[in-house]
């Protein structure tokens, strides 16, 4: 017999083991569960609903919604939810409980607009991967979202890795037109984090807030911050790319080209062996210009949105 239910201490464990079953091509730990879902400041139990057979999850759905902001100056989107993640073990599929689970979360989210999985800080995937998870995708669509872009996960080798000619000649062109690329001193952190999140996203800035290396930034700078890149910057993994962004009135400069090759030239320094992120637009310029500097799509995702 299957009961569906609140989160409970104790579960953890077998929800770990649960998932990694259910979702192989994006396992996960017991510390990622505790540090990105449980010690969210927006956990509430209530919402991890989780099937439970003899005593150990056989499938779950989270549903979350905002108790504290995002950010400072940021409020608690009030009519947003959001369902990071849910599954069901193989040997319970075919009987709807997925559909229960994700039922039992939404009603937990109370009527608002859900979105599917572009929760942050701590999301899992940026979207449903509809090549890996295919009866998942289907699921999603039978409960009524629908999707409202495709970002791309691309990947790219450091192994031999040489900055191009073009990247210092373009670099060596805007120093003698006043600019400067360097890592911030500690003093530039605030400007950082107030651009990264006005001119981009509050979790951009909040991201450079718990960034624990200045090393591992780079910022353009002419008469204040007009751009960044970081690595290492999600979890502590080094070879996590991002977040980046120009000054959208600085672009056509080239100064995206020259952070990225000064940021992967920092990475190859390091000895990482490549270099990754989860979501960028395949068309965006961001995407040509990962595209032009060999990064491969390696996933799509579709963020998808439940309406009120």
Not at 156 to 185: C, M
């Amino acid at each position: 017999m299957v009961t569906v239910r609140a989160f409970a201490a104790g579960d953890e464990g077998s929800l770990v083991d649960a998932w990694n079953r259910s979702m192989p091509g994006d396992p996960t730990t017991a510390g990622w569960l505790r540090d990105c879902v449980l010690l969210d400041p927006n956990f509430d139990p209530g919402g991890l609903r989780v099937a439970v057979a003899d005593s150990r999850v056989v499938g779950c759905a989270y549903g979350v919604r905002r108790r504290t902001p995002l950010a400072p100056g940021t409020d608690l989107e009030p009519g947003m939810g959001w369902i990071p993640f849910f599954f069901v073990a193989p040997e319970h599929r075919g009987r709807g409980l997925g559909r229960r689970l994700m039922e039992e979360a939404l009603g937990f989210l109370d009527g608002r607009t859900v979105d599917f999985a572009s929760y942050t800080p701590g999301y899992v995937l940026p979207g449903a991967d509809p090549e890996l998870y295919p009866d998942g995708f289907r699921l999603l669509g039978a409960l009524g979202f629908e999707t409202l872009y495709s970002p791309v996960a691309m990947d790219r080798t450091l192994v031999g890795y040489v900055a191009p000619d073009e990247a210092g000649e373009l670099r060596a062109a805007r120093e003698a037109e006043g600019y400067a690329f360097r890592s911030p001193v500690d003093g530039e952190l605030p400007e950082l984090i107030r651009f990264a999140a006005e001119e981009f996203n509050p979790d951009w800035g909040e991201a450079i807030r718990r960034h624990a290396n200045p090393d591992r930034m780079v910022i353009a700078t002419k008469g204040g911050i007009v751009g960044f890149a970081l690595y290492g910057a999600y979890r502590g993994i080094p070879e996590r790319f991002g977040p980046f962004g120009v000054d959208p009135a600085q672009r056509g400069t080239g100064l995206g080209k020259i952070l990225l090759h000064l940021t992967m030239t920092r990475m190859r320094a390091e000895g990482l062996h490549s270099s990754w992120f989860l979501w960028t637009g395949e068309t965006s310029p961001a995407g040509h210009l990962y595209t032009k500097a060999g990064y491969e799509i390696t996933r799509r995702f579709h963020v998808m949105r439940r309406p009120a």
